[in-house]
């Protein structure tokens, strides 16, 4: 089943997409992962999320050689360093992460998380590369409540595309303000470590559920992310094994028993509280 999530522009891409951390680390598994990226993309998981920060662009590297010949059936996503995402280096880190994805442009690219360099002047690099057609839109990561609604308020600040946040069954902190916040603005939130790393996994309630639908518990994991419109999930996964079962993720219906059980274990914040992030 594929579940879209549509940007305040209009476009549309499959709600369940594809992370890259890690990946690209280790040469030996190298094989492994590009079949597991590839497999996504077959499956229809098109959203790559990367980082220049990745393996120092090794996550990148392994992405261009992934897309090599199908860049445009893919959503690329990358993410510069807080430290180069000022209006004298951006431009440069950019175009060398096109470099090595051997693509000619990025469908979105994010502030990794907010650092020195004050948010007016990295937005105005942002909209700088939108005009050099180096990137279609931009977005952040890891902002807060209060520094979105900062954001909203400088020059061309509203364009603001998505912002990617730490979001699982074990951290829902985002759903007390900031995520209902976006969703009134139709700006997707990119849930990164949807399966809790691999730690949620492990959680019996998670196995019990997963036994009760005959699937696995990164499904269910999957599934509760996704369960509420307006978000994307990125995923992780190194094998064709673990990518073949997060694709079929949309097929598990939680019934009111399970949704029952899973706030009990993972009950939804009632407060406002800091924002989780990696
Ligand atoms: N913006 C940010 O600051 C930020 C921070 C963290 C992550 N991210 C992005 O979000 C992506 C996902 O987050 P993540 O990598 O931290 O963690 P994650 O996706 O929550 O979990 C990845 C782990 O889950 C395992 N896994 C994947 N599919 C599985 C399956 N079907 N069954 C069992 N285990 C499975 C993976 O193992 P295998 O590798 O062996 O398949 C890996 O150990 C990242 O790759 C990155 O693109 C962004």
Not at 125 to 154: H, K
Request: hydrophobic share 40%; with cysteine.
């Amino acid at each position: 089943m594929t579940r879209l999530v549509t940007f305040a522009d209009g476009t549309t891409v499959p709600a369940l997409g594809q992370g890259t951390w890690m990946i690209g680390d280790d040469p030996s598994r190298g094989d492994a992962e590009q079949a597991a990226l590839s497999r996504g993309i077959d499956l229809g998981l098109t959203l790559i999320d990367t980082a220049e920060i990745y393996g120092n662009g090794r996550s990148e590297r392994l992405v261009g050689e992934v897309i090599a010949g199908r860049r445009d059936e893919v959503f690329l996503v990358s993410k510069v360093r807080p430290e180069n995402a000022s209006e004298l280096k951006m431009m440069l880190s950019c175009e060398k992460s096109l470099e090595r994805l051997g693509a000619d442009r990025l469908d979105l690219y994010l502030l990794h998380w907010e650092g020195p360099i004050p948010i007016e002047e990295t937005v105005e690099a942002f909209q700088e590369l939108v005009d050099e057609g180096l990137i279609v839109r931009w977005g952040v990561s890891n902002l807060d409540f209060d520094a979105m609604q900062r954001l909203e308020q400088v020059d061309n600040g509203d364009l603001c595309a998505a912002n990617q946040l730490l979001y699982h069954l074990g951290s829902r902190g985002i759903e007390y303000d900031l995520m209902p916040w976006m969703q009134s603005r139709d700006m997707p939130v990119m849930a990164y470590s949807p399966l809790g790393r691999g730690e949620i996994l492990q959680h019996p309630l998670v196995m019990d559920i997963a036994n009760r639908h005959g699937a696995d518990p990164a499904q269910v994991a999957l599934a509760f992310v996704l369960r509420q419109d307006g978000i994307i999930a990125i995923p992780k996964a190194s094998s064709v094994e673990h990518v073949e079962q997060n694709a079929e993720a949309l097929e598990i219906q939680f019934d009111l028993e399970d949704l029952e059980r899973l706030e009990a274990a993972f009950p939804a914040p009632t407060t406002a509280t800091p924002l989780d992030m990696i």
